[in-house]
């Protein structure tokens, strides 16, 4: 148990951080911090996760071995990198993160961000300890399953475990191949890792996306960031109002692809989005990186579902417009449409093949 816990926490924990300082340095340095140097980390692994995966699922439906060979040792030496360079940047007395700026407590924010801590613990609580079985874990759970005990992709049907061909709808969204992967890699049982441990990670990813959009909405009022996330527990503890809400997906389903897109992807582009408004247009360093994170956030929008396809498109087509009009430089539409690229090609496969 002691061994599958350390091999969960390197995975989930230390590669995304490692990969994340590699970003981390060439990142504006408003953008600088523990946070976003895990999220950058954590969407770049499955990005890769992705561009590795769905070619091995077309050309071997056995391929399963591979994946995992290929990417430990891709994640292996960008995680490693990351912390060399990290270690050398102390060694040389350089600053991997923005220097943090005087933060003035006092007894009302205490007790708010005490409220904030309360409410997310609780909600990671019990959704481990009332974890519910939901009609889709018979395709999407015992699809990882059967790929961690056989090492097949997609070519047995989870519902009678019979042979079967290739189903294209879920071929390119490879998170339950992922969550196979951290199964097979931990030795945890691919049930157990998605309804008891994946959410407590899941959902603290994206509080943390939560509170990065807090720290931009709420700039020049700081002390409204506790009000803003406790707010945001609210919604998600009352959001229960039907099946299909976020909020539901995030406490109930959050191990699946579906979820992830609602409550990780779609979030985590309005964060880039976000920085992206806030540095396009001055003549700062590390503005190309922010263009290259939105163009991992489609890779990774592909790997959940497929209707991320056209809702990630449609939105950051939208916010395209936005910034083009607000700026009035026509380069911001044409780099905006070229992040796009990712979700044009899966569309394009999804129709041909």
């Known amino acids: 148990m002691v061994i599958k816990g350390f091999v969960l926490l390197l995975l989930m924990v230390v590669a995304p951080i490692g990969t994340g300082l590699l970003i ?10 523990i946070g976003n140097t895990y999220l950058c980390g954590f969407l770049c ?22 994946i995992v060979m290929l990417y430990t040792c891709l994640l292996t030496i960008l995680s490693g990198g990351g912390i060399i360079d990290a270690l050398h940047c102390f060694r040389m007395e350089r600053t991997i993160w923005k220097k943090k700026g005087s933060y003035n407590w006092n007894k009302t924010l205490i007790i708010q961000w005490s409220m904030v801590g309360i409410l997310i613990l609780f909600q990671l609580v019990m959704a481990v300890v009332t974890a519910s079985f939901d009609g889709d874990d018979a395709y999407y759970v015992v ?13 047995i049907l989870p519902y009678t475990g019979l042979s079967t061909s290739l189903d294209m709808r879920h071929a390119m969204a490879v998170f339950p191949i992922w969550i196979a992967y951290i199964a097979k890699m931990t030795g945890i049982h691919a049930t157990i890792l998605s309804h008891t441990v994946l959410p407590l990670f899941l959902m603290s990813i994206t509080y943390g996306i939560y509170y990065q959009i ?40 959050n191990w699946q692809g579906k979820s992830m897109l ?34 991992i956030l489609n890779i990774v929008a592909a790997m959940m579902s497929t209707a991320s396809v056209f809702l990630n498109s449609l939105l950051i087509g939208v916010m395209a417009l936005v910034l083009t009009l607000q700026k009035k430089e026509i380069k911001i539409l044409i780099k905006l449409i070229m992040c796009c690229i ?8 999804y129709v041909v093949m």
């Open 342 to 349: 990712p979700c044009v090609i899966y569309a394009a496969l």
């Open 24 to 33: 981390n340095n060439v990142m504006p340095e408003k953008q600088r911090g």
């Open 214 to 253: 807090g720290k931009k909405l709420c700039m020049e009022k700081k002390e409204m960031l506790p009000v803003y996330m406790i707010l945001v527990c609210g919604l998600h503890l009352f959001g229960n109002t039907s099946i299909y809400t976020n909020a539901t997906f995030l406490m109930m389903r």
């Open 262 to 295: 609602a409550n990780v992807v779609i979030p985590a582009v309005f964060l880039v989005l976000l920085w992206i408004f806030e540095e396009e247009g001055e003549k700062k360093k590390g503005k190309k990186i922010l263009w290259f994170l939105l163009f």
């Open 45 to 66: 692994l499955l990005a890769l996760f992705q561009v590795i995966a769905v070619p091995i699922v077309f050309l071997d439906e056995w391929g399963f071995s591979l």
């Open 143 to 155: 699809n990882s399953l059967i790929t961690q005990e056989t090492d097949t992709l997609y070519r």
